[in-house]
């Protein structure tokens, strides 16, 4: 994933020099990649092409990527610990972070348009549509908006949800679909089982976040420790409580195993997937 | 194209409201719809279905308009007025139009790929490419950062040109190809005489821009008036003077009649576009 990142991103000593060095240290920046991982644990139950889910899986992370820039910025989260290094707007500057993450995105579009992904050029069509849904208004933006709203105010659990599954779930579970979409092993119920799958390690992903934010260090986090709490921020730890929050994380780690359950040896990767989502501790 | 541009965009009751609110001010907000006009005018040539020509001329038209609410933020040219009214950040807050922006971007490519556009979906796929090609950091974010990188710097004409190549003449040409790319009426020598019609306007309508900006005033502009000066950013004016770049408008407006001269009737659109470009008073 790596060396396919590195070799997706434009090249540094390409002009605009500057743009192309932010958009590196904005992807190239470590992570966990739970995204591609997800990807390639998805292309691998539908029996899909490795060159395939690289594109999809490096499509996405980039999406990822400009995302956390966008975040960070002044305007929006105001962070300054990203990876553990600067964010990309305190390493570079504001303007070259905004358009660091303004080209980033149709990266990942000119990813899908310009590898061969699906068994028809129909189907490719469809993976853009996918991606391009799970980046809007009613996806990934939509819910950093919801998020935005709602500081400093009391949600409900489900509300909470509502903002989750547009903030980070929509893109998680693009990131299992469109590595599905790269084969052509599953059929439309095993789709709905690996959609469900997504769903539910996409919240779990951001329950163990909200207890990690409150749990654990800066340094081990490599972001910036305690934030939703100083920012007002509604979570799963500030609704539940640290405990219920850390049961609630181990029921979705439950649910996404048994909504994979029918699967066999070609679903291990998403089973580990989902304990390292869970269980992780950073 | 005004009515297309309201159907394609989130209705303003639809979660996150304000968001939504936000993309539609951005982009219902008036404009010269130039894009749209070049998308029309080129699909008539290659004889193309208007119904598809609605769908890439909104597309290129709402990439058009996150790249301006962009453009205006705080942390770029900071400014208040546009199309005679508040930029978006200033009517809404910089998070708003930060996230408005991001989100536009991903509703173009939505666009171009939940409806049929071309003869193939092969060909399909590959209008998704031109359009992500021409938004990236090699087209009109890479034009920004170019332009944010010569605020202060003298340019050579070549150098500056090749600014406005990408910052504006990335889209215009999209915008174009695109278009065209909806019918089936062009071969590969009638395409190549199209695009350098395109390039062409493309740099005309940056000269006009930079004389208008030096010319006209902020009443008539709907934006900010005298602003390159006051930034200290090159412009054609600010190279050849304001004599020798309106003589280079009417040269590139000749340019781009030659281009296109061997078309007959189905070009009185493009010809009468790049009359538009040059003569505009706006």
Redesign the interface.
Known sequence: METALQRFL?APE???E???RA?RYAVLGGGKRVRPLLAFAAGELAEADPARLEIVAAAVEIVHAY?LV?DD????DNDVLRRGRPTCHVEF????A??A???L???A??L???HVLAD???A???M??I???A?????M??G???D??SVGKTLSLPELEFMHIHKTGALIRAAAVLGACCGSGLDAHEFGRLERYANTVGLAFQVVDDVLDCDASTATLGKTAGKDAAQAKPTYVSILGLTRARALADELRAEAHAAISSFGASAARLRELADFIVLRKF
């Open positions: 434009p390409i002009v605009p500057r743009l192309h958009m995302s966008h910025m002044p305007c929006m500057d504001d303007a070259t905004l358009l993450g303004d080209a995105q149709p990266l579009f000119q899908l348009a310009e028809s050029p129909a490719q069509i469809e853009l549509k991606l391009a849904m980046c809007g208004s009613r996806g933006a939509g950093q908006a919801i935005l709203a």
